[in-house]
């Protein structure tokens, strides 16, 4: 009872209905619509969950559980520094398991970069594959990244 | 009664459209049983149907078919593979079989799957509230493969999961959760609310409330996700305090208007009893199966320990109350009555009933007040709510009483919601309405505020017309106006079953009336209301609902009236999907002014002036009743003050709380020498009793109430009355005590005296109300099973009678003084003065009065959010404090009126609805000035 009325930073929500605007108004627009709030602020905040709620007139929960379900829609700020390492089949059959071990321990005290999975890049023919702040990259190795972004700098 | 939970068919039935000559039948053989279903009923319901109960865990009866759960799987002749028969439809000549080799398999090796994420020492497995532990026995896995794979198959991925407590009444134990996402669809499909989800995926899928505990979501903990559990990750608190219930008495809730069926679960006998758990009856036909947060939860009140248990007397309202026996406290009555009417005459006393008693309980005391006391001087509560209503509707269409059953709206394309707010003040219905609307019905809402209806979500009116109070009347003549110019008016319909026709038509075609010339004064723009209008008479079906909204006016009588003129010239009458329809404010509100309670009219709404009706009484009671209509309550205040009226006995109605100008209504009281009180609680009024009478709650009552669609239901004690006596008995003693012999061995005695005396009651009995569950009167004789939809073929009064209904304004205007309108409601997790729901744990939500103001009104006044606020009106003042809110529109002001601190009757005026007297509580000239800042800014 009364969830909606809480009080919402103006700026953010006003910014967030004018990339909604964008759209149509309809169920269907939700998808688009996290996908420019995430590119523009990095993330999806609590408030903007609540702001499209109320713009799709969707229920806080229904939105929620579609930014929950997809695990590319993140609810916290970014770290400056995004590394990603393919875990599907065909990297996995070239090393990519012990790639991605391997770079967390890399990257375990840094406090500026995080380190995540992410499901085939459609470059299977190179892998072990991987990104470094959103770069594609191909035979990856932990020298590779490391020389990228250094870690350690925490 | 049973402890069984009432018999579950898994998927819904196949729901005809109106004018459907039903859905066509298809036979199906089930494990060699064959049965007759509607086309498109499920395999599963077939089966059930035919008596095989096929294990499942997502499917339930009151939720669409989902899917997910795979345990439900058949085999069906000719068809590929293992079909689930929750989703899969019959066609003629399938062939079933639900206990093959193959499926018992599956089901195991799902079984085991389920079990690997299910605690070992679930507790409710152990006792029963849990349905794991039965689906395994059930599918054929002995205790022993359980065990085996609660060893751990796979580990527990929910298991460490922490509990939900936050809700008052229930608790959320995601580690006994399946993720079988009933409960999510019971909110959505149900409830309507949408507050739970399915959070994350795969493994990690699990129920949430949105990403916040359930008490800060956007749950109104209306139950329906814990009924619809299978486990126990959802139970009630009380059934996790009390541990099972022992026995169970089916009763009807004591709220609104809607009349919910509950079954109620308790422990104990006797005095001992404690309720364990509130649970809807889906075989009740006002709810099926559908409650609210007051209904099903917040019936602590009734043993709360400001329960007044013995009767109180006391010689002047300024000495402390003395407990006294019953038989002190009924003589004093008697007497005092007595002496009062020897010394002032026998008009000098009377009584006020309640629309929160039962039937029978009102009915004695009319009887009481006419018989004993000899005069007509009885009013009741409805008087402050829908005295109009009963006006209104009498004089077109014959009875006081709404046209449909609830039912009804499912059939409805357009639905005119006016001066109501179902989804706060009558949620049951208000779940119904908002399930039409996503069904595609065309919502149009006529309401100063911006209503949950308006726009909430997965709900939205496609017109909101924001009135101004205290203007319906020449809103609703506008819309008229419209349909008629425009020849959108039943001629045909008019013709045949209408009188007045000609005069109205003329009349309502005048150019005053047009939207163009009304927006200056509802401030409703001309062409949302043509557009409103149209779409209204397009229907096919369109149904008017309706509230205090509009009753509650100096005009309330005829606005009452002009939505019934709205319903003739468009034809929308007798037949389901229309009608005029009150949603009444309490639950026996309706029944309460069957019984005769008005001062005017004996049961059954017959003015007490008609000769061959009194005759009636007089020769079963022996007595002469006078033909003069009595008092009615403003009467009863005014003659107080007079030195007239000098003893007055209240029932079950707070007065110097809920009636308006409380300053009056006080000064009325202190001047009378004898005021009795009747009441679960002390409260405001007993402040200015003599003698206080301890009553009994719904629990404790055996009974009748009478809902918004005329429906009588049942109410079935679910332990002794706690004090004593039930009302009734006390009743019919003081008319003893005062010389008037009355006794009834009990209240089915006096329901067969009401049948006995009423026509429209003629075919009611405790014994047939048992049999059928519930009639909807008229109930002519004992043929008929009741009437759920009025006016078919004709009016009750013969022709449907149009009343000119000339927007005349109310005296009440705004000034620079009061620049502000004042109106007031209801919030959902309240009711009304609040003496019942003050006493729950609802108070979480709604901890105090708050006054709603536009965010310019507020701005103009420097106003924050949380400041309180002094509301002043010309007859006095409040204070309370203020939240910003952009539901209200500029120079309209809100509050509700359930906390007596708030004194929003303090500030109401004496102004009343011309034919009835019915409060205008809806419009109060105020003004709203800071009192004290809420803090720095």
């Known amino acids: ?154 | 009664m049973t402890l069984a939970p009432e018999r579950d068919l898994g998927t819904p039935a196949v729901r005809s459209g109106p004018g459907d000559s039903g859905v066509t039948p298809v036979t199906v053989t089930v494990d060699g049983i064959p049965v007759s279903v509607p086309q498109g009923t499920s395999v599963m319901r077939a089966a059930a149907l035919a008596g095989i109960d096929i294990p499942r865990a997502c499917a339930t009866d009151s939720l669409a078919a989902f899917g997910s759960c795979r345990l439900c799987l058949v085999e069906i002749d000719g068809a590929r593979g293992t079909p689930a028969s929750c989703t899969t439809p019959c066609a003629d000549g399938l062939v079933v079989r639900t206990d093959t080799e193959q499926v018992q398999d599956l089901r195991r090796g799902v079984m085991e799957l389920y079990l690997s994420d299910h605690p070992a020492d679930c507790p409710g497995c152990l006792d029963g509230r849990c349905d794991i532990a039965r689906l395994a026995r059930e599918v054929g896995m002995a205790a022993a493969d359980v065990d085996t794979v609660r060893a751990g198959l796979i580990g527990l991925t929910h298991g460490d999961a922490s509990r939900d407590d936050s809700n008052p009444y229930f608790s959320f134990d995601p580690a006994a959760c399946i993720v079988c996402s009933r409960c999510v669809r019971a909110c959505a499909e149900v409830q309507g609310t949408f507050a739970l989800t399915i959070q994350g995926r795969g493994f990690d899928s699990a129920v949430s409330s949105g990403g916040t505990d359930f008490l800060a979501s956007e749950c109104v903990s209306c139950g329906a996700c814990v009924q619809a559990c299978p486990t126990s990750a959802l139970t009630e608190k009380t059934r996790l305090t009390f541990g099972p219930p022992t026995r169970s008495v089916d009763t009807t809730c004591a709220y609104c208007g809607v009349g919910c069926s509950f079954r109620a679960e308790v422990q104990g006998e006797g005095a001992a009893t404690e309720v364990v758990r509130m649970l809807p009856l889906r075989a009740g036909g006002a709810n099926e199966g559908h409650s609210c947060v007051k209904g099903r939860f917040a019936v602590g009140y009734a043993a709360h320990p400001d329960r007044q248990l013995q009767p109180l007397m006391r010689d002047h309202i300024d000495d402390p109350w003395q407990p006294v026996s019953w038989e002190s406290a009924i003589e004093r009555v008697a007497s005092g009555f007595r002496a009062l009417q020897q010394e002032h005459g026998p008009g000098a006393i009377g009584g006020i009933s309640s629309s929160r008693c039962t039937n029978e309980e009102v009915y004695v005391v009319q009887k009481m007040v006419r018989a004993a006391f000899g005069n007509n001087n009885i009013d009741t509560c409805a008087r402050v709510c829908h005295s109009p209503t009963g006006y209104g509707l009498g004089q077109t269409f014959g009875t006081s009483a709404g046209t449909q059953d609830f039912e009804s709206v499912d059939h409805a394309d357009v639905v005119l919601v006016i001066g109501a707010n179902p989804t706060d003040a009558h949620p049951v219905f208000g779940s119904r309405l908002k399930r039409r609307n996503r069904e595609g019905a065309t919502l149009l809402v006529a309401d100063p505020r911006r209503i949950d209806l308006v726009r909430s979500p997965h709900v939205e009116a496609t017109l909101h017309l924001p009135v101004r109070p205290g203007t319906n009347v020449a809103f609703v003549n506008a819309m008229a106006h419209v349909i008629v110019t425009e020849g959108l008016a039943d001629r045909a319909f008019l013709a045949e079953r209408c009188e007045d026709v000609t005069a109205y038509l003329d009349f309502i075609a005048r150019q005053e009336h047009s939207p163009e010339a009304t927006e200056q004064i509802t401030t409703i723009p001309a062409a949302d209301l043509r557009a409103a209008a149209r779409r209204f008479a397009a229907g096919p079906n369109s149904a008017i609902y309706y509230g205090l909204g509009v009753t509650e006016h100096s005009q309330g009588s005829t606005m009452v009236m002009g939505m019934a003129n709205l319903a003739m010239i468009t034809g929308m009458i007798g037949r389901p999907g229309v009608g005029v329809n009150p949603l009444r404010g309490q639950n026996n509100v309706q029944g309460s002014c069957d019984m005769g309670s008005f001062p005017h009219e004996l049961p059954g709404y017959r003015h007490v002036s008609r000769p061959e009706v009194r005759e009636i009484y007089d020769r079963l009671w022996g007595v002469t009743i006078p033909p003069e209509p009595g008092l009615r309550i403003p009467n009863m205040f005014d003659a107080a003050l007079a030195g007239t009226f000098r003893g007055l006995y209240v029932q079950g109605e707070d007065i110097a709380q809920s009636d308006p100008n409380t300053r009056h209504v006080e000064a009325a009281l202190r001047s009378m020498d004898l005021v009795v009180v009747h009441d679960l609680f002390l409260n405001e009024t007993s402040r200015f009793a003599h003698v206080f009478l301890p009553g009994t709650s719904f629990l404790e009552k055996d009974g009748t109430f009478t809902n918004a669609e005329r429906r009588i239901n049942r109410v079935r004690p679910a332990m002794p009355s706690k004090v004593g006596k039930d009302e009734w008995q006390v009743v019919c003693e003081i008319a003893t005590a005062m010389g008037y012999p009355m006794s009834y061995a009990g209240p089915a005695e006096i329901m067969a005296e009401v049948a006995a005396t009423t026509p429209t009651f003629a075919g009611v009995s405790f014994e047939r109300l048992d049999a059928l569950g519930s009639m909807q009167w008229p109930v002519y004789d004992a043929e008929s099973t009741g009437t759920p939809i009025m006016h078919v073929d004709g009016f009750v009064r013969g022709r449907g009678r149009l009343v000119l209904t000339e927007y005349v304004p109310t005296t009440e205007r705004t000034s620079r003084r009061y620049p502000l309108l004042l109106t007031t409601g209801r919030i959902l997790s309240q009711y009304n003065v609040g003496a019942q729901t003050r006493r729950t744990a609802n108070t979480v939500w709604h901890p105090e009065d708050v006054l709603e103001i536009h965010p310019a009104d507020a701005e103009l006044r420097g106003i924050a959010s949380g400041d309180t606020v002094e509301l002043a009106s010309r007859v006095g003042a409040t204070h309370l404090r203020a939240l910003i809110s952009d539901r209200m529109p500029v120079g309209v002001v809100y509050t509700t009126f359930h906390h007596p601190v708030t004194g929003a009757n303090v500030v109401t005026t004496e102004n009343s609805d011309w034919a009835t007297q019915c409060p205008e509580y809806k419009v109060t000239a105020v003004q709203v000035t800071v009192a004290n800042a809420a803090g720095p800014r």
């Open chain 1, 1 to 154: 009872m009364g969830a909606r009325h809480e009080g919402l930073a103006p700026e953010r929500e006003a910014t967030v209905r004018a990339l909604a605007a964008r759209y149509a108004v309809q169920r269907t627009s939700l998808l688009p619509m996290l996908h420019d709030v995430q590119e523009h602020f990095g993330f999806i905040a609590r408030q903007d969950v609540v702001t499209l709620a109320d713009v799709l007139n969707l229920s806080i929960a229904d939105v929620h559980g579609v930014v929950s379900f997809y695990t590319y829609f993140r609810t916290s700020p970014p770290l400056p520094h995004q590394i990603s390492v393919c875990r599907g089949e065909a990297c996995q059959a070239v090393g990519a398991e012990d790639l991605f071990a391997a770079t967390r321990t890399a990257y375990r005290e840094s406090a500026d970069t995080e380190v995540s999975e992410v499901f085939c890049l459609g470059n299977c023919a190179l892998g072990p594959s991987g990104t470094a702040d959103g770069r594609l990259l191909g035979r990856l190795t932990v020298d590779r990244l490391t020389a990228l972004i250094p870690p350690g700098r925490s």
